[in-house]
């Protein structure tokens, strides 16, 4: 079993340029997420998918996009890379709401 | 009011100690409840779930207190490997089952 996979690991993007995060997962897990860690912020959730064809916005979702076409895979598109934006992106996954995340290994993004 | 909050720390605690870290959440609908650990530029790892009856793992133990809307962590013995940042997560079913963590406490065992 792979988890959670996550790519790239890292990642250097020019101001205004757009690119895909990738995730998938082999678990056959309903829920997927994205959240971003910054310093001091913790956690903060961006997008979350209780399943197939179902995505929600979570707590800083401006300047990004997410589909769920396959219970498998949840990319998560920027649309024009901000600076604000440099941080580390976990996405994650689980069997249902009383079940807890496994976490993928992370991108380190990176916006100049 | 944050909806998940932890005292951030950090702990300095000596090996071998007790130590434990409360949390509190805003929501009193909130349904599931866990504690995560994560290292230094690492990805969160799940630690335990919370049971509504208080759970324990080998030198670790859990306590949700629903009427004072707290969750506890309780580690005894303490070893150098558990420094770590310890999150608070709780999922909240009235808004879309989303989980919310906290901003972690920061536990240093030292020798």
């Known amino acids: 079993n792979a988890g959670v996979t996550q790519t790239p690991k890292f990642q250097v993007l020019k101001t205004g340029q757009s690119m895909t995060l990738q995730c998938a997962q082999d678990?056959?897990?309903?829920?997927m997420s994205w959240y971003r860690q910054d310093p001091g912020m913790g956690l903060r959730l961006i997008h979350y998918?209780?399943?197939?064809?179902?995505?929600d916005q979570g707590e800083v979702p401006n300047g990004y996009n997410v589909s769920r076409s396959t219970t498998e895979d949840f990319p998560l598109r920027l649309l024009s890379a901000a600076p604000s934006q440099t941080s580390v992106y976990f996405c994650?996954?689980?069997?249902?709401?009383?079940?807890?995340?496994?976490f993928g290994s992370g991108t380190r993004l990176t916006v100049v | 009011r944050k909806e998940v909050e932890q005292d951030p720390g950090p702990f300095n605690v000596p090996e071998g100690a007790t130590v434990a870290f409360n949390c509190t959440y805003s929501?009193?609908?909130?349904?599931?409840f866990f504690w995560y650990r994560q290292d230094c530029r690492k990805e969160p790892k799940l630690l335990m779930s919370v049971y509504s009856s208080g759970n324990e793992d080998g030198r670790f133990t859990a306590q949700l207190n629903r009427a004072s809307q707290y969750i506890s962590l309780l580690i005894r013995d303490s070893k150098l490997s558990d420094s770590a940042t310890y999150l608070c997560?709780?999922?909240?079913?009235?808004?879309?089952?989303?989980?919310?963590f906290g901003a972690g406490t920061i536990l240093r065992v030292k020798s």
């Open positions: 994650a996954s689980r069997k249902g709401p009383n079940y807890g995340y496994t």
């Open positions: 998918s209780v399943g197939a064809g179902i995505t």
């Open positions: 997560v709780v999922n909240m079913r009235e808004y879309g089952n989303k989980l919310v």
């Open positions: 929501n009193s609908a909130s349904q599931s």
């Open positions: 678990m056959n897990h309903e829920y």
